[in-house]
Nanobody
Framework: QVHLVESGGGLVQAGGSLRLSCAAS????????MGWHRQAPGKQRELVAV???????NYADSVKGRFTISRDNAENTGYLQMNSLKPEDTAVYYC??????????????WGQGTQVTVSS
């Protein structure tokens, strides 16, 4: 079993910054892609950013130039640096990871989410 735990959310004023962390633990042989998604009240969950094991990244257009996704493969941890935050970034942010276990099987996991609130 694999667990993802997010941290770093909170309340910040518009223009401020937050850094989210996602720590993966459990039976992990290798983590392939790691991603951050968010869900605002009344809206569908959307992909914010994804980083593959080779370091390649993709971002939603709404966060390009403001957010940076990164990872530490040795620590099985992912990060999302969020700068120039806007009120429309307010949402619950979820970590997601494609994990290969020692059994040779891969599965997709989600964290429990961390609230990010940006005040105007």
């Amino acid at each position: 079993q694999v667990h993802l735990v997010e941290s770093g959310g909170g309340l910040v004023q518009a223009g401020g910054s937050l850094r989210l962390s996602c720590a993966a633990s459990g039976s992990i042989f290798r983590i392939n892609a790691m991603g951050w998604h968010r869900q605002a009240p009344g809206k569908q969950r959307e992909l914010v950013a994804v980083i593959r094991r080779d370091g390649s990244t993709n971002y939603a257009d709404s966060v390009k130039g403001r957010f940076t996704i990164s990872r530490d493969n040795a620590e099985n941890t992912g990060y999302l640096q969020m700068n120039s935050l806007k009120p429309e970034d307010t949402a619950v942010y979820y970590c997601n990871a494609d994990v290969w276990g020692f059994s040779g099987r891969g599965s997709n996991y989600w964290g429990q989410g961390t609230q990010v609130t940006v005040s105007s």
